[in-house]
């Protein structure tokens, strides 16, 4: 499975013809989801899969020839990975609200499209729940995310926690002393990626709250 993050003018037709280029280079389109849209363009997630013996970098010659059409990023993703719906995860949390920030931990990967997901204590500046994938060990340096109780994206520099590269992270504070922090290699953490986490993990504490 390969997420290609591609920005394209927002004007009828545009979707269907990347859609279209992507064909055409063997790929085998899975979803589509709307990242983030402004004035003129629009940038769409594409989760795909491809042949063996068809190559990562056809779908950027593809998605290029195209006007006005950028590829931001292409990397690949495991086979059992899909796109879930932000009403999922709150369905997900609702049924289990004294699970919810944990939940919302779990599905963190599949929603946001991102590596990994981590519960922090802000307080204790502690790591409470981790998804699979995420950074293990009894002192991972939650500090270098930044101010845990402001929503906001940063970029790490290799060597971060032991043995991990360069990492791209969006961090939401929830109401109780706990935040959410996603990672992933890149692409960078979209405004809209963000709003949807703060919300998400608002709406976490409000359900938690709410046993």
Request: net charge negative; with cysteine.
């Amino acid at each position: 499975m390969y997420l290609v993050r591609v920005v394209l003018p927002d004007r009828p037709g545009t979707l269907g013809a990347v859609a279209t280029a992507l064909g055409h280079a063997q790929a085998d389109i899975n979803a589509v989801e709307i990242v983030e849209k402004g004035t003129g363009y629009v940038i769409d997630d594409f989760m795909l899969t491809l042949p063996a013996d068809a190559r990562p970098d056809q779908l950027v010659t593809a998605c290029t020839a195209l006007p006005d059409v950028e590829v931001l990023w292409v990397s690949f993703y495991p086979e059992n990975w899909g796109l879930h719906a932000d009403l999922d995860v709150l369905d997900a949390m609702a049924e289990s609200p004294e699970r919810a920030e944990v939940l919302l931990t779990d599905k963190a990967p599949s929603t946001f499209h991102c590596s990994w997901a981590l519960l922090v204590d802000r307080e204790r500046g502690m790591v409470l729940h981790r998804s699979a994938l995420a950074p293990i060990g009894t002192q991972v340096p939650v500090g270098v995310f930044g101010d845990l109780a402001t929503a906001h994206v940063a970029e790490l520099p290799a060597g971060w926690h032991d043995g991990w590269g360069e990492a791209a992270v969006a961090v939401a504070p929830c109401r109780s002393a706990h935040s959410i922090v996603i990672g992933r290699p890149g692409p960078e953490f979209r405004k809209a990626e963000l709003a949807r986490l703060r919300h998400l993990a608002l709406m976490a504490s409000e359900h938690e709250h709410a046993v």
